[in-house]
């Protein structure tokens, strides 16, 4: 029975209540309560300003909750932001890195102050052969990297902190179609590897295709959070348009 | 984690444009002062040597010491003044020991090439002053802000990296990365020092060592306040004006209105106030002694057949003693004066220079000026030993003629009875000029030093403050 419990998995990356107001009085988060469990992806749909990068903004501690908390592998963040952050790897909407330092230079600070001192050149060019870094660009300087090159660079950086729980924020933003199609298969593998992620995105069909989880956020709320297995059957895009539109009329009335 | 920080913030300054263009401009300038000041000091030496030579040999020939009518003594020229120049150039650096009872030092080199005085000297101070601090402010005000401008930062905190580590990294790192260099410069300049044939003694490479790491500690206060000010602002160009404020005011205001402030707090009697005084002095004397002179009854029998002899030496003796009385009167009340003015103008120079403390530059240039024997203390400490030598000089010659020599009027009536020998210049005691000592000048430099130490403490933790509520999205 005890071992029955403990073989429940326990949420990597989770929210309780999470309520954020900025400082103009702007309420971005509104009681937000989500989970995401080992090898589960889980996908946040939403409008602009619908609150999903403040949502992983608190899950790093850039900013403090005004209530609730988020809390990675058990640890709340705003409390101990140190040690929460040991077990979470982060791809922003914009990757910026050092744009005087080549691919592999920046790859190599940011695992390093990531914790993994132990890499090779070898790893660094593996892994940039894996987000699809073309091999002629690793030893390039960042200046002249398009936003997409920047973006697979961010990606490669998150994959060899070897983190337990992956953040994403709109990180195909920029990639072309090959590249975010790798991206989706990268997914996937990082997902067999047990890894929870909490991604957000505007590409709802690829959301359909990868996620285990798919939820809906507007003005701060998550308005619909469902099983992707429940969603198999119907047109994803028309049932978001159909929510937000519902919010919206409740919203108003 | 903090040597990881400290070598990618050297490698990142060390690969930037802006640091080669700052670096290459901060070498050509340490290098310049250095050869301007080796030429300087070489030149000087020169002159110096000559002047000595001149005065020596205005002597030959006059058989008679009495008629030694001048006596000129130099300052020697000392290799860190080149570097440093303080006051050195603006004070007097002539004093004629057979003047008068007064020592007067003159001669200043900006009097003798005024050009100086409008432009000053490419010195090493000046480098310090106003080059350094800008090559630390250009370097290091975007040091947060700019990070956050380009987006670096958001990264680097979404690892478990403690804030107060990466700002410390930075700070290493940059203040490694640019003072390495800079000791590269300040090397390479020493070099012209031996190869110019500048002798330095074992005292003076210490000292010099020592205003080089003033330097450094200078520069450390303006890197560590741009690290201060880039982690309270947002944005690299509100970093940079407020910095440029800041180096405005403690460069430029604060040294000069400390100045102004203490002239009005503390009134000090002007020179020309001061020689109203001592002439209307004199005339006042001069009026006694005619006085005494017309109430002077000898005591004599008119039938004494010798009477004029003795009424005549009787007066003479009169007279003297009405000179010494006068003499002793003028230098009690000159002394009295010039005390009295010494003491005003030190309370007025140590408020002024408290008040400029505000600034690093105050005690940089105090610190620096110190060591290199060229602060105020110089006027005093060339009076001193002038003043000196001047009573030896006043002894020696006393003692070959018999007289005050700085008595006034020597009649001596030659009897023609014997050849004058010719006088030997070279009996005069030389003039052993002791340049301030290392341990008097390292003492008076290191309470500046200590206060440039602060600024960098204080700096510092304002900047590890800041950058604890620092916004890094
Ligand atoms: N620093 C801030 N100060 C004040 N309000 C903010 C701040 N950052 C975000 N907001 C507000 O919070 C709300 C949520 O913003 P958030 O950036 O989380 O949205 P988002 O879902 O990521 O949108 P997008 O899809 O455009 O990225 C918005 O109304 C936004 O205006
Ligand atoms: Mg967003």
């Given at each position: 029975?005890?071992?029955?419990?403990?073989?429940?998995?326990?949420?990597?990356?989770q929210t309780?209540?999470?309520?954020k107001?900025?400082?103009?009085?702007?309420?971005?988060l509104d009681?937000?309560?989500l989970?995401?469990?080992?090898?589960e992806?889980?996908?946040?749909l939403?409008?602009n300003?619908?609150g999903?990068t403040t949502t992983?903004?608190?899950f790093?501690?850039?900013?403090?909750?005004?209530?609730?908390?988020?809390?990675?592998?058990?640890?709340?963040?705003?409390?101990?932001p140190l040690?929460?952050?040991k077990?979470?790897?982060?791809?922003?909407e914009?990757?910026?890195?050092?744009?005087n330092?080549?691919?592999?230079?920046n790859?190599?600070?940011?695992?390093?102050?990531?914790?993994?001192s132990?890499l090779s050149?070898?790893?660094?060019?593996?892994?940039?052969?894996r987000?699809?870094?073309?091999e002629?660009?690793h030893n390039?300087?960042?200046k002249?990297?398009?936003k997409g090159?920047?973006?697979?660079?961010?990606?490669a950086?998150?994959?060899?902190?070897d983190?337990?729980a992956?953040l994403?924020d709109?990180?195909?933003?920029?990639?072309?179609?090959?590249?975010?199609?790798?991206?989706?298969?990268?997914?996937?593998s990082?997902?067999?590897?047990?890894?929870a992620?909490?991604m957000?995105t505007?590409?709802?069909?690829?959301?359909?295709e990868i996620?285990?989880t798919?939820?809906?956020?507007?003005s701060?709320r998550?308005?619909m959070?469902?099983p992707?297995?429940?969603?198999?059957?119907?047109?994803?895009?028309e049932?978001?348009?159909?929510?937000?539109?519902?919010?919206?009329t409740?919203a108003?009335? | 984690?903090?040597k990881?920080i400290?070598?990618?913030e050297?490698?990142?300054?060390v690969?930037?444009?802006?640091f080669?263009?700052?670096?290459?401009?901060?070498?050509i300038?340490?290098?310049?002062?250095?050869?301007?000041?080796?030429?300087h000091?070489n030149?000087?030496?020169?002159?110096?040597?000559?002047?000595?030579?001149?005065?020596l040999?205005q002597?030959?020939?006059?058989?008679?010491w009495?008629s030694?009518?001048?006596?000129k003594?130099?300052?020697?020229?000392?290799?860190?003044a080149a570097l440093?120049t303080?006051?050195s150039?603006?004070i007097?650096?002539t004093?004629?020991?057979?003047a008068?009872s007064?020592v007067?030092?003159?001669?200043?080199?900006?009097?003798?090439d005024?050009?100086?005085?409008v432009f000053?000297?490419l010195d090493?101070?000046?480098?310090?002053q106003?080059?350094?601090?800008?090559?630390?402010?250009?370097l290091?005000y975007d040091a947060?802000s700019?990070?956050?401008?380009?987006?670096?930062?958001?990264?680097?905190f979404?690892?478990?990296?403690?804030r107060?580590?990466?700002?410390?990294?930075?700070l290493?790192?940059?203040?490694?990365?640019l003072?390495?260099?800079?000791?590269?410069?300040?090397g390479l300049?020493?070099l012209?020092?031996p190869?110019m044939?500048?002798?330095?003694s074992?005292?003076?490479?210490?000292r010099?060592?020592?205003?080089?790491?003033?330097?450094?500690?200078?520069?450390?206060?303006?890197?560590?306040?741009?690290?201060?000010v880039?982690?309270?602002?947002q944005?690299?160009s509100?970093s940079?004006l407020?910095?440029?404020?800041a180096?405005?005011?403690a460069?430029?205001?604060i040294?000069?209105?400390?100045?102004l402030t203490?002239?009005?707090a503390?009134?000090?009697?002007?020179v020309?106030?001061?020689a109203?005084?001592?002439?209307?002095?004199?005339s006042q004397l001069?009026?006694e002694?005619?006085?005494?002179m017309?109430?002077?009854?000898?005591?004599?029998?008119?039938?004494?057949?010798?009477?004029?002899?003795?009424?005549g030496?009787?007066?003479?003796q009169?007279?003297d003693?009405?000179?010494?009385?006068r003499?002793d009167?003028?230098?009690?009340?000159?002394d009295?004066?010039?005390?009295e003015?010494f003491?005003a103008q030190q309370?007025?120079q140590?408020?002024?220079?408290?008040?400029?403390?505000?600034?690093?530059s105050?005690?940089?240039?105090l610190?620096t000026?110190?060591?290199?024997?060229?602060?105020?203390?110089?006027?005093?400490?060339?009076?001193?030993?002038?003043?000196?030598y001047h009573?030896v000089v006043?002894?020696?010659?006393?003692?070959?003629?018999g007289?005050n020599?700085?008595?006034?009027?020597?009649i001596?009536?030659?009897?023609?009875?014997?050849?004058?020998e010719?006088?030997?210049p070279?009996e005069l005691?030389?003039f052993?000029?002791?340049?301030i000592?290392?341990?008097t000048?390292?003492?008076?430099?290191?309470?500046?030093i200590g206060?440039?130490?602060?600024f960098?403490?204080?700096?510092?933790?304002?900047?590890v403050?800041?950058?604890?509520?620092?916004?890094?999205?």
């Open positions: 029975m005890i071992n029955e419990i403990s073989k429940q998995p326990s949420p990597m990356l309780n209540n999470l309520t107001r900025y400082e103009d009085g702007v309420l971005a009681s937000l309560t989970e995401v469990n080992p090898g992806l889980f996908v946040m939403g409008g300003g619908a999903k992983i903004n608190l790093l501690n850039f900013i403090e909750p005004t209530s609730g908390e988020a809390s990675i592998n058990g640890i709340v963040t705003h409390k101990e040690e929460a952050k077990h979470v790897a982060f791809v922003s914009n990757v910026m890195l050092y744009q330092f080549t691919a592999i230079q790859l190599d600070f940011f695992s390093k102050i990531g914790g993994h132990d050149r070898d790893d660094y060019r593996d892994v940039l052969n987000v699809g870094l073309a002629d660009a390039k300087r960042l002249g990297f398009s090159m920047r973006q697979k660079c961010g990606i950086i998150a994959i060899l902190k983190a337990p992956i994403l709109e990180p195909t933003a920029g990639l072309d179609p090959k590249a975010g199609y790798e991206f989706i298969r990268l997914l996937d990082l997902r067999s590897e047990n890894k992620i909490l957000s505007h590409d709802i069909f690829r959301a359909k996620a285990d798919i939820a809906i956020m507007d701060g998550m308005i959070k469902e992707a297995a429940n969603l198999a059957d119907q047109n994803l895009e049932l978001y348009l159909q929510y937000m539109a519902g919010h919206d409740k108003a009335g | 984690m903090l990881i400290i070598e990618r050297i490698k990142d300054i690969s930037s444009t802006k080669a263009v700052t670096f290459a401009v901060c070498v300038l340490i290098l310049a002062s250095f050869y301007v000041g080796a030429a000091y030149l000087n030496k020169q002159q110096y040597d000559a002047s000595v030579a001149e005065n040999r002597m030959e020939g006059l058989t008679e009495y030694v009518r001048q006596h003594v130099f300052m020697p020229p000392q290799p860190l440093v303080g006051i150039n603006d007097g650096q004093a004629d020991m057979l008068g007064q007067i030092t003159e001669g200043s080199r900006y009097n003798e005024p050009i100086f005085a000053r000297f090493l101070e000046f480098i310090f106003i080059v350094l601090s800008l090559f630390a402010i250009l290091g947060i700019g990070e956050k401008e380009r987006g670096t930062l958001r990264l680097t979404a690892s478990n990296l403690p107060r580590t990466y700002i410390l990294g930075k290493i790192g940059s203040f490694a990365a003072s390495s260099s800079l000791i590269v410069a300040l300049g020493c012209f020092l190869m044939g500048v002798p330095m074992g005292d003076e490479w210490i010099l060592l020592i205003i080089a790491g003033s330097g450094l500690l200078y520069f450390g206060v303006f890197l560590t306040g741009s690290l201060f880039s982690a309270m602002t944005r690299s509100s940079f407020l910095l440029l404020v180096w405005i005011l460069v430029m205001i040294p000069r209105a400390s100045v203490a002239a009005r503390v009134e000090v009697p002007s020309d106030h001061i109203n005084q001592r002439s209307s002095l004199a001069w009026a002694s005619r006085d005494a017309t109430n002077f009854k000898p005591d004599i029998d008119d039938d004494d057949p010798e009477a004029m002899m003795k009424i030496s009787m007066f003479s009169f007279m003693s009405l000179g010494t009385i003499n009167q003028m230098s009690e009340f000159s009295r004066i010039n005390e003015r003491n309370i007025q140590n408020l002024s220079f408290n008040l400029a403390r505000i600034s690093p105050t005690s940089m240039k610190a000026s110190n060591l290199a024997g060229t602060s105020l203390e110089l006027t005093k400490h060339f009076r001193d030993e002038t003043r000196a009573k006043g002894d020696f010659i006393r003692e070959k003629t007289m020599p700085h008595g006034g009027m020597i001596k009536i030659n009897d023609g009875s014997e050849e004058p010719p006088i030997d070279s005691p030389s052993e000029y002791k340049p000592r290392t341990a000048a390292i003492n008076a430099a290191l309470p500046d206060l440039l130490a602060l960098n403490f204080l700096f510092f933790t304002g900047a403050i800041s950058f604890g509520r620092y916004d890094v999205r």
